[in-house]
């Protein structure tokens, strides 16, 4: 079976699933196209364009399936290139065009938005990282067609919620290599989320605040994915706190990475945004106990015991809330790290395999 693999704003996390794909699933023949993640607005209507004019022979060959990120313009591509418009496709969506917070580098594009209904419309099954993920989309769908002055086609839009499925990204196999934790060492907090606004630096500062006012000995490895301007928050917290902080910026290195990861003690998130929690999850899977506000994806995957009242209108509340949470766990160490090894790869390779197999059958 030849399956055409595209995607059109290649970041690391659908660079690490794409991979995981043609990894896990080596009985296909794979055909991939990515585009780097850069260019955003371009990107997301652009990327029909840019495959025609440097990959018209991989496109106009055979294939039994395409499988496409929600950021591939789809019904533009199969429209154009007759071939694909009956091949049999599948939508994938790391995250949807409705669901960003609306300030800072978001792309609330009403044209981005539309773009992805109409790919969902023409895609023969959706699948969606989690339930927040489908359910946020399919309602920012169906609150943007309301707004449109005249034949609002309303009824279409049962069709996206009729062939969607739940199928996280898995975690690679890597991750469920735990460590036992050095004896006496200090409390280690671990930040490891992209450094952008949506991923909520801004709570992170207080609850490192609250932590300190508390006396509480720690030590912070503040680490993720960064860009040429980054929020400012971020110089504040390392001239606050050179005392606390322990691994600091992007960690390119995948081993190096996972090592900090296994030897800290708990993994936080304050975000504002976050369809899955991929990073969360990881350092969960390598031994850390989880903290995380009660929103976005979180519930789906987290043990609610891990969990805390999420506030978004209010940072202050929220960051006494995951101070109170992370202090109580500072004892407990020891306790039994949380499975999570049903979002392995090893585990979830059927539940993708069988959707494949299922659209052609």
Known sequence: MRILLLSAYDA??????RQGLTQHLPEYKWSVLTLPPRFYSWRVRGNTFSWLAEQQQVLDAPYDLILATSMVDLATLRGIVPKLAATPAILYFHENQFAYPESGHAHPSVEAQITSIYSGLAADRIAFNSAYN???????????????????????????????????????????????KEEGAPL???????????KGPDRLHL?????????????IHIIGQQFRIYPEIFDAIRSQF????????????RIAYLDIL????????????????????EATAC???????????????????????????????????????IISLADQREEKAIDISHLAWL???????????????
């Open 134 to 180: 489908r359910d946020s989309f399919l309602a920012g769908a169906r609150a943007l067609i309301k707004k449109m002055p005249d034949h609002a086609p309303l009824a279409l839009l049962d069709q996206l919620g009729e062939k969607s499925r739940i199928l996280p990204v898995p975690l690679d196999e890597s991750c469920f290599e735990t460590r036992k």
């Open 12 to 17: 690391a996390s659908h660079r690490q699933w």
């Open 188 to 198: 280690t907090l671990l930040w490891n989320h992209r450094w952008e606004y949506d």
């Open 287 to 325: 031994g850390a106990s989880p903290v995380a506000p009660n929103r976005l994806a979180y519930p789906e995957f987290i043990p609610a015991s891990h969990l805390v009242a999420s506030f978004n209108d209010d940072p202050d509340r929220e960051a006494a809330a995951m101070a109170t949470r």
């Open 347 to 361: 585990q979830m390779v059927k539940p993708y395999r069988n959707m494949i197999e299922s659209i052609l059958a």
């Open 242 to 253: 050179p005392h606390r902080i322990g691994a600091w910026g992007f960690i390119e290195d």
């Open 262 to 281: 296994r030897n800290s003690d708990i993994a936080m998130s304050t975000a504002l945004h976050d369809f899955q929690g991929v990073a969360l999850l």
């Open 207 to 219: 609850l490192l605040q609250k932590l300190e006012t508390a006396q509480l000995e720690f030590r």
